[in-house]
C-alpha cells in the first residue's frame, strides 16, 4: 500500500470516529436500552420472529434519531463545552468537524431514523421519537439548559421518554405501564445530573450555565438530591403494585434504590466531591440494574 493512500485511510478513520463521538455513544447505548426494555415488557411471553424484526428495526431509528439528537447538542454547545474538562474533548469544541458538517450529520441521522420508524415500526413511534428530539434537542438545550436552574427537571422529560417509544413500537399505543417507566426515568433525572453537577460545579460556573449548584449553592442541591431519590424510591415501586412485575423486581429496586438513597442523605449530611462523584456512578447502575430486574422478572413470571 503506497503512502498517500495509507495516510488517506488513516484521516478516513480518524474523521468517521469524530462523527461517531457527536452521537455521544454511552448516552445513546443507554436510551436504547430503556427503549428495549420497554419493548418486552410491552410483550406478553416471549416474542415471536415478526416482533423481534420490529424490536431491532425499532432500536435502529430510535439510536439514529438519539445520536441526532446528541449530534445537534454539540453543534449548539460548542463554546460551551470547550470551557469544560468534561466536554473539552468533543470534536466540535476542538474544531475538528465544521458547524456545517455536524449540522448535515444530525440531519442526515434524524431523516434516516424517522424513515425506518415511520415505514417499518408505526408512524406513533416515529413522532414520539420526533418530539423528543425536538424536546432534548430545542427545548431543553437552546432554550431551558441557558435560562434555568430547574432545566434539568423540565427537560428531564424528554429523557425519560425511551420505555414509551419501546412501548408504542411494539402496541401502536401508550399504556399505563409505559408512563411508568417514564416517571422512574423523568424523576431519577435531576438526582443523577444534580450529583454531577455538584462536583463539577466550577466548570458550570465558568461555561455561564445555570445549574442548581451554581445559582442556589451547594447545600440547597444537596438536599433537593435526597428529596429526589426519596420520591425516586416510591416511584420504584409503582411496577410491582400496578402488577407489571413480581417480588425478584421488588426485591431487586428495595435493595438499589436504598443505595442510591443512602448515597443521598450521606451527601447531605456531609458533603464531598468524592461522594458526589460516587453518588453520580451510582445512580448509573440503580437505574441499569433496576430496568436489567424488570427484564428478568417479567420472563420469569
Same mark, same amino acid.
Not at 412485575?245 to 443505595?259: C, D, E, H, R
Given at each position: 500500500?503506497?503512502?498517500?493512500?495509507?495516510?488517506?485511510?488513516?484521516?478516513?478513520?480518524?474523521?468517521?470516529?469524530?462523527?461517531?463521538?457527536?452521537?455521544?455513544?454511552?448516552?445513546?447505548?443507554?436510551?436504547?436500552?430503556?427503549?428495549?426494555?420497554?419493548?418486552?415488557?410491552?410483550?406478553?411471553?416471549?416474542?415471536?420472529?415478526?416482533?423481534?424484526?420490529?424490536?431491532?428495526?425499532?432500536?435502529?431509528?430510535?439510536?439514529?434519531?438519539?445520536?441526532?439528537?446528541?449530534?445537534?447538542?454539540?453543534?449548539?454547545?460548542?463554546?460551551?463545552?470547550?470551557?469544560?474538562?468534561?466536554?473539552?474533548?468533543?470534536?466540535?469544541?476542538?474544531?475538528?468537524?465544521?458547524?456545517?458538517?455536524?449540522?448535515?450529520?444530525?440531519?442526515?441521522?434524524?431523516?434516516?431514523?424517522?424513515?425506518?420508524?415511520?415505514?417499518?415500526?408505526?408512524?406513533?413511534?416515529?413522532?414520539?421519537?420526533?418530539?423528543?428530539?425536538?424536546?432534548?434537542?430545542?427545548?431543553?438545550?437552546?432554550?431551558?439548559?441557558?435560562?434555568?436552574?430547574?432545566?434539568?427537571?423540565?427537560?428531564?422529560?424528554?429523557?425519560?421518554?425511551?420505555?414509551?417509544?419501546?412501548?408504542?413500537?411494539?402496541?401502536?399505543?401508550?399504556?399505563?405501564?409505559?408512563?411508568?417507566?417514564?416517571?422512574?426515568?423523568?424523576?431519577?433525572?435531576?438526582?443523577?445530573?444534580?450529583?454531577?453537577?455538584?462536583?463539577?460545579?466550577?466548570?458550570?460556573?465558568?461555561?455561564?450555565?445555570?445549574?442548581?449548584?451554581?445559582?442556589?449553592?451547594?447545600?440547597? &442541591?444537596?438536599?433537593?438530591? *435526597?428529596?429526589?431519590?426519596?420520591? !425516586? %424510591? $416510591? @416511584?420504584? =415501586?409503582?411496577?410491582?403494585?400496578?402488577?407489571?412485575?413480581?417480588?425478584?423486581?421488588?426485591?431487586?429496586?428495595?435493595?438499589?434504590?436504598?443505595?442510591?438513597?443512602?448515597?443521598?442523605?450521606?451527601?447531605?449530611?456531609?458533603?464531598?466531591?468524592?461522594?458526589?462523584?460516587? &453518588?453520580?456512578?451510582?445512580? *448509573?447502575?440503580?437505574?441499569?440494574? !433496576? %430496568? $436489567? @430486574?424488570? =427484564?428478568?422478572?417479567?420472563?420469569?413470571?
Amino acid at each position: 500500500m503506497s503512502a498517500p493512500a495509507s495516510i488517506h485511510r488513516s484521516h478516513t478513520a480518524s474523521v468517521m470516529r469524530q462523527f461517531y463521538a457527536l452521537t455521544k455513544p454511552r448516552v445513546v447505548q443507554l436510551i436504547v436500552f430503556c427503549a428495549l426494555i420497554g419493548m418486552v415488557l410491552a410483550v406478553p411471553g416471549v416474542p415471536g420472529w415478526a416482533e423481534l424484526q420490529q424490536a431491532v428495526l425499532a432500536c435502529l431509528g430510535i439510536w439514529l434519531v438519539a445520536g441526532a439528537a446528541a449530534a445537534f447538542n454539540c453543534l449548539v454547545e460548542k463554546g460551551i463545552d470547550a470551557k469544560m474538562k468534561r466536554t473539552a474533548w468533543r470534536p466540535t469544541a476542538r474544531g475538528e468537524l465544521s458547524d456545517r458538517q455536524t449540522l448535515l450529520f444530525s440531519m442526515v441521522l434524524c431523516a434516516l431514523g424517522s424513515a425506518i420508524l415511520w415505514f417499518a415500526v408505526n408512524p406513533l413511534t416515529m413522532w414520539l421519537t420526533f418530539a423528543t428530539f425536538v424536546g432534548y434537542a430545542v427545548i431543553y438545550t437552546v432554550i431551558l439548559k441557558p435560562l434555568t436552574p430547574q432545566n434539568i427537571v423540565i427537560g428531564g422529560a424528554s429523557g425519560a421518554m425511551p420505555p414509551v417509544l419501546g412501548w408504542a413500537a411494539m402496541t401502536g399505543e401508550v399504556s399505563p405501564e409505559a408512563l411508568i417507566l417514564f416517571l422512574i426515568i423523568f424523576l431519577w433525572t435531576p438526582p443523577h445530573f444534580w450529583a454531577l453537577a455538584l462536583y463539577r460545579v466550577e466548570d458550570y460556573r465558568k461555561a455561564g450555565l445555570p445549574m442548581l449548584p451554581v445559582t442556589h449553592g451547594n447545600e440547597f &442541591t444537596r438536599l433537593h438530591v *435526597l428529596l429526589y431519590t426519596l420520591i !425516586l %424510591f $416510591a @416511584a420504584c =415501586l409503582l411496577p410491582f403494585i400496578y402488577g407489571m412485575s413480581g417480588w425478584l423486581y421488588l426485591v431487586v429496586a428495595f435493595g438499589v434504590s436504598i443505595g442510591f438513597t443512602g448515597y443521598a442523605f450521606a451527601l447531605w449530611r456531609n458533603y464531598s466531591d468524592a461522594l458526589a462523584r460516587k &453518588t453520580f456512578r451510582f445512580s *448509573l447502575i440503580h437505574l441499569s440494574v !433496576l %430496568f $436489567a @430486574a424488570l =427484564l428478568v422478572d417479567h420472563y420469569l413470571r
